[in-house]
């Protein structure tokens, strides 16, 4: 089982609908990621979260560290809005510490359509 | 201010040979990651390097391996091209990790090496 899950893996939106993207993991963590990943495969950092929620135009982070899960949210979704998103997490542990580098999800294709 | 940078773009190798991919952090940052993105396949941690240091090493074999510069650039090398090296490689930079606090991470535009 993989440490970080999302869902779904592809997804198909008409525009103005809202979209959701669910993040589920399994390990500690000091701080989980949402990022974007254009067709050219450049990739943006939309929020980085370790507790509560966070807003940015039309895109919603939350997130539940008791249930280790997290939810992106779109608004009045946008053709613009297609790429991958990707949940990614910080690794913590007792013994360990956080980790710098990132454990990340499969990703979700999210296609929307004019 | 100049995001993280990565060259070369595109490099084309044959089986058994080595591969060099360079990256610039953003001013400021000491830390490092590099990731693997094979074609259908998600993103994997490879290494990653804070004040001229390995910190941290991903499931990858011996002949992946890299370097931390004075200046904080990195180099990756990769030893021995095997055909399923071919991949986009994505670096990273942050500000240092300290007190257990996480940091936003800034990606590369990747370089991507294919193995012929």
């Known amino acids: 089982k993989n440490e970080v899950e999302q869902s779904p893996q592809n997804l198909t939106a008409q525009e103005g609908e809202f979209i959701t993207i669910n993040c589920s993991y399994s390990v500690g963590i000091s701080a989980l990621h949402w990022l974007q990943q254009h067709p050219g495969g450049g990739i943006v950092s939309l929020f980085m979260l370790s507790s509560g929620k966070k807003k940015h135009g039309r895109l919603i982070a939350t997130i539940n560290i008791q249930e280790k899960h997290s939810s992106l949210h779109i608004t009045a979704s946008h053709p613009r809005d297609s790429a991958v998103y990707i949940c990614?997490?910080?690794?913590?542990?007792?013994?360990?510490?956080?980790?710098?580098?990132?454990?990340f999800g499969k990703g979700t294709k999210l296609s929307v359509k004019p | 201010e100049a995001g993280v940078t990565q060259s070369p773009t595109h490099l084309i190798k044959t089986r058994g040979q080595q591969a060099t991919l360079r990256c610039s952090p953003i001013?400021?940052?000491?830390?490092v990651y590099w990731y693997q993105q094979a074609l259908g396949l998600g993103l994997q941690f490879l290494l990653w390097?804070?004040?001229?240091?390995?910190?941290n090493r991903g499931n990858f074999p011996p002949r992946f391996s890299g370097r931390q510069f004075p200046n904080y650039s990195s180099e990756l090398n990769v030893n021995a091209l095997e055909l399923e090296d071919s991949a986009l490689y994505l670096c990273?930079?942050?500000?240092?990790?300290?007190?257990?606090?996480?940091?936003?991470?800034?990606f590369g535009p990747g370089t991507r090496l294919t193995v012929t």
């Open positions: 990273a930079s942050s500000l240092h990790l300290f007190g257990g606090k996480a940091y936003e991470q800034y």
């Open positions: 990614a997490v910080n690794h913590y542990s007792l013994y360990g510490g956080s980790q710098g580098n990132l454990i």
């Open positions: 390097y804070d004040e001229g240091e390995e910190r």
């Open positions: 001013s400021g940052h000491t830390s």
